[in-house]
């Protein structure tokens, strides 16, 4: 049985809207960078949105044209 902590909608409403709001720019920004595997991934792996923020502060800037 969970914690009863986690039964309450105070704690998981806003951690609810906290992952889909950065996973949503997340996924928006793997797409629009063309990068399929970073998509796939995003979209598969729930972390809390720790993956995601990794994503956009480290792996997610759009490179330079060449």
């Not at 998509?39 to 044209?65: C, M, P, Q, S, W």
Request: glycine share 4%.
């Amino acid at each position: 049985m969970p914690p009863d902590y986690f039964l309450n909608p105070a704690v998981w409403v806003p951690l609810l809207l906290w992952t889909i709001s950065w996973k949503g720019f997340a996924l928006w920004r793997a797409a629009r960078n063309q990068q399929r595997w970073w998509f796939g991934i995003l979209l598969v792996v729930n972390t809390l949105a720790i993956l995601e923020i990794l994503y956009l502060f480290v792996y997610g800037h759009r490179k330079a044209a060449q």
